[in-house]
């Protein structure tokens, strides 16, 4: 099959299998597999794919047909400008993450502080230390994970990314690490730790569920990672130190009471762009 022919294929069955973004996904998938883009010479679209190309395009839009994610085909995702490797073992960044680290960078700024210390706990693809890395060149970052797989990705995003120097990998739990920690250590502590209680499971989409479910698996309420930030990592925060946590759209009250209960006063809840709770924020 030529190129366009090949696109247009793509594109009608992503449809028929009732993807929303067929064409956008279809433009994304072309790029990767046909190295279809904008700077194609004029009459590429007309020329014969290569057998290997074109099997290899043919199977990516069979899997994205069974749910498969896109950003796991393409091999690599975006977040804050940052390019990141994902692939099966790793969560998929997400935008909505930007409402906690946005939050935190406003914090940051307010205070003045250029070369902050700051502990991303469950860091997985490294999504958040490496935005808040390229945006304070003098920060020094801890990124804690304890899946094997997403530590191969984090260490590969962060050397790709040109953010050695500032990142530290610790691979471990974060329900034991915090002892490597002296109290008062850090100035900024972030997380998006996984936050689904656990019967919620089943019931994701399709794309969902090929996510590792320890990204996901937040407990029988939801909220146990938020628990043990509270319990064993806020005494790890200097007086007057940013607190910056993503949430589940139920989550606003019972992890800002979670925080007060644990001594912090200044607790906000932020909304992601469809106005959900996404964020908590907490400054003293
Ligand atoms: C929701 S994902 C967030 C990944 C990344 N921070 C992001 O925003 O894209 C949660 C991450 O926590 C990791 N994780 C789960 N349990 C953990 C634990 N006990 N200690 C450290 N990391 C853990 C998972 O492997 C996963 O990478």
Not at 62 to 74: A, F
Not at 127 to 154: D, F, G, M, Q, W
Not at 238 to 252: D, K, W, Y
């Given at each position: 099959?030529?190129?366009?022919?090949l696109?247009?294929?793509?594109?009608?069955t992503?449809?028929?299998?009732?993807?929303?973004?067929?064409?956008?996904?279809?433009?994304?998938?072309?790029?990767?597999?046909?190295?279809l883009?904008?700077?194609?010479?004029?009459?590429?679209?007309?020329?014969?794919?290569?057998?290997?190309?074109?099997?290899?395009?043919?199977?990516?839009?069979?899997?994205?047909?069974?749910?498969?994610?896109?950003?796991?085909?393409?091999?690599?995702?975006?977040?804050?400008?940052?390019?990141l490797?994902?692939?099966?073992?790793?969560?998929?960044?997400?935008?909505?993450?930007?409402?906690?680290?946005?939050?935190?960078?406003?914090?940051?700024?307010?205070?003045?502080?250029?070369?902050?210390?700051?502990?991303?706990?469950?860091?997985?693809?490294?999504?958040?230390?490496?935005?808040?890395?390229?945006?304070?060149?003098?920060?020094?970052?801890?990124?804690?994970?304890?899946?094997?797989?997403?530590?191969?990705y984090l260490?590969?995003?962060?050397?790709?990314?040109?953010v050695?120097?500032?990142?530290?990998?610790?691979?471990?739990?974060?329900?034991?690490?915090?002892?490597l920690f002296?109290?008062?250590?850090?100035?900024?502590?972030?997380?998006?730790?996984p936050?689904?209680?656990s019967?919620?499971?089943?019931?994701?989409?399709?794309?969902?569920?090929?996510?590792?479910e320890?990204?996901?698996?937040?407990?029988?309420d939801?909220?146990?990672?938020?628990?043990l930030?509270?319990?064993?990592?806020?005494?790890?925060?200097?007086?007057?130190?940013?607190?910056?946590?993503?949430?589940?759209?139920?989550?606003?009250?019972?992890?800002?009471?979670?925080?007060?209960?644990?001594?912090?006063?200044?607790?906000?809840?932020?909304?992601d762009?469809?106005?959900?709770?996404?964020?908590?924020?907490?400054?003293a």
């Amino acid at each position: 099959m030529t190129i366009a022919q090949l696109r247009q294929y793509g594109c009608r069955t992503l449809r028929e299998a009732g993807i929303l973004a067929a064409e956008t996904e279809i433009r994304e998938l072309a790029a990767r597999f046909l190295g279809l883009n904008r700077l194609s010479p004029p009459g590429f679209l007309q020329q014969q794919a290569q057998t290997q190309q074109e099997q290899a395009f043919l199977e990516a839009v069979r899997k994205r047909c069974s749910g498969y994610p896109l950003q796991y085909l393409l091999g690599s995702w975006s977040f804050m400008g940052c390019e990141l490797s994902v692939g099966e073992g790793v969560l998929i960044p997400r935008d909505d993450t930007e409402v906690c680290v946005r939050a935190c960078i406003d914090k940051i700024n307010a205070r003045g502080w250029t070369a902050p210390r700051i502990v991303d706990l469950c860091s997985g693809s490294g999504a958040i230390a490496i935005a808040l890395a390229k945006r304070y060149p003098e920060a020094v970052i801890t990124a804690v994970e304890l899946s094997p797989e997403a530590v191969h990705y984090l260490e590969d995003n962060i050397r790709h990314n040109g953010v050695s120097e500032q990142i530290k990998v610790v691979s471990g739990d974060i329900g034991e690490c915090y002892d490597l920690f002296e109290d008062g250590i850090f100035d900024v502590i972030i997380s998006n730790p996984p936050y689904i209680c656990s019967a919620e499971l089943p019931g994701l989409q399709k794309e969902v569920q090929c996510e590792p479910e320890m990204a996901l698996d937040g407990g029988t309420d939801g909220l146990v990672f938020y628990r043990l930030i509270a319990e064993h990592w806020l005494p790890k925060l200097r007086t007057g130190g940013i607190l910056s946590l993503e949430i589940g759209e139920q989550q606003g009250q019972p992890v800002s009471c979670l925080l007060k209960a644990h001594g912090r006063r200044k607790t906000d809840v932020l909304q992601d762009l469809g106005g959900l709770d996404r964020a908590v924020i907490s400054e003293a």
